[in-house]
């Protein structure tokens, strides 16, 4: 007696060899997403071997969230360092113990704040300030994420972190939910600062919606959505949406920019220094380097007497 002919059972499908894509994608992350969530679609609807973000949002933010994809991973960190600008509607006389919505109430106050007491509140705020880092925040303690040890009932001591706030304003003015803009160094939690201003007007506050708006230097404007490259993808597959990415370089444009010979290129990638290519450049700049043809070949940085070293080159040159 035999067994059951096997034969033509269908085996699984074949995996598709993950893409060598390059480029940064401005996505608009959804509300309830955390930041690595909408991290691992993207770089599954792109089928991209490598990709990162630049910052965390706050699964109840939206907004702006660049994704590197590929050879733009070795420019991310940089982009931790940029400005934010955020837009935040203030929920005046309660606060919680998250700072925003999804937490439980733990004090109360006065509801509501004229026009004059908020914008007093605002001036204290502005420039450069001590800002103390909440509890619910991936900061560590100890090797524990600081938000991990709220969950658990733990509040720890932390230190205050000096931040800039370089513009607040009332972009809606209601006085129980005004709708703020600000513009703020790496560092800065709206969450913390919406405590701060509702302290400083002599009551509490949380934040109740909070989207960001640009991460510097990329301009405030059009972002894709989840649902728009699930649909592309879905139509005409994931190279179809290669045509989204920005290039790699596009967040570097605050850095000068340095042409390079066919020879200085050589020299470049065969780690030997360029002498006094930039002897008005400081020491320290970091450089964006070209090849011929406005290749993009990487970082470069200015060392004594003009020299210039490499500090991070693209394993291929991108002309994109």
């Known amino acids: 007696m035999t067994g059951p002919d096997r034969s033509a059972a269908p085996g699984p499908p074949p995996r598709v060899p993950r893409r060598d894509v390059t480029g940064i994608l401005l996505l608009d992350k959804p509300l309830g997403w955390s930041s690595n969530n909408?991290?691992?679609?993207?770089?599954?609807?792109?089928?991209?071997?490598?990709?990162?973000?630049?910052?965390?949002?706050d699964p109840l933010a939206t907004g702006m969230l660049p994704i590197c994809l590929g050879e733009a991973t070795k420019v991310s960190g940089l982009l931790l360092d940029s400005d934010k600008e955020y837009r935040f509607r203030m929920g005046l006389g309660t606060s919680t113990t998250t700072g925003d919505a999804e937490g439980p109430v733990v004090a109360s106050g006065p509801g509501q704040l004229d026009r004059q007491a908020l914008e007093g509140a605002l001036a204290s705020q502005r420039g450069g300030i001590?800002?103390?880092?909440?509890?619910?925040?991936?900061?560590?303690?100890?090797?524990?994420?600081?938000?991990?040890?709220?969950?658990?009932?733990?509040?720890?001591?932390?230190?205050?972190?000096?931040?800039?706030?370089?513009?607040?304003?009332?972009?809606?003015?209601?006085?129980?939910?005004?709708?703020?803009?600000?513009?703020?160094?790496?560092?800065?939690?709206?969450?913390?600062?919406?405590?701060?201003?509702?302290?400083?007007?002599?009551?509490?506050?949380?934040?109740?919606?909070?989207?960001?708006?640009?991460?510097?230097?990329?301009?405030?404007?059009?972002?894709?959505?989840?649902?728009?490259?699930?649909?592309?993808?879905?139509?005409?597959?994931?190279?179809?949406?290669?045509?989204?990415?920005?290039?790699?370089?596009?967040?570097?444009v605050a850095m000068p920019r340095l042409d390079l010979t066919d020879a200085e290129e050589a020299r470049i990638r065969h780690g030997q220094a360029l002498d006094s290519?930039?002897?008005?450049?400081?020491?320290?700049?970091?450089?964006?380097?070209?090849?011929?043809?406005?290749?993009f070949l990487g970082l470069g940085?200015?060392?004594?007497?003009?020299?210039?070293?490499?500090?991070?080159?693209?394993?291929?040159?991108?002309?994109?």
């Open 130 to 252: 001590d800002q103390m880092p909440p509890m619910y925040s991936a900061l560590k303690h100890q090797g524990q994420r600081l938000y991990q040890l709220a969950r658990a009932g733990v509040d720890v001591p932390r230190a205050a972190r000096p931040v800039v706030i370089r513009s607040l304003e009332v972009e809606v003015f209601d006085p129980a939910r005004p709708v703020l803009r600000v513009l703020c160094s790496k560092g800065t939690y709206v969450r913390t600062l919406v405590e701060d201003i509702a302290r400083a007007a002599g009551t509490v506050a949380h934040v109740v919606e909070l989207r960001r708006l640009r991460v510097e230097p990329f301009p405030a404007g059009r972002m894709a959505t989840l649902e728009e490259l699930e649909r592309g993808a879905a139509e005409n597959g994931p190279e179809a949406l290669d045509g989204l990415l920005l290039p790699l370089d596009a967040a570097l």
């Open 38 to 57: 909408a991290l691992q679609r993207v770089k599954r609807l792109f089928n991209a071997r490598k990709a990162g973000h630049t910052g965390s949002l």
């Open 301 to 320: 940085e200015v060392a004594d007497a003009g020299r210039v070293v490499a500090r991070r080159l693209m394993a291929t040159p991108a002309g994109l």
């Open 277 to 295: 290519r930039t002897p008005d450049v400081p020491r320290g700049c970091r450089l964006r380097l070209y090849g011929p043809e406005g290749r």
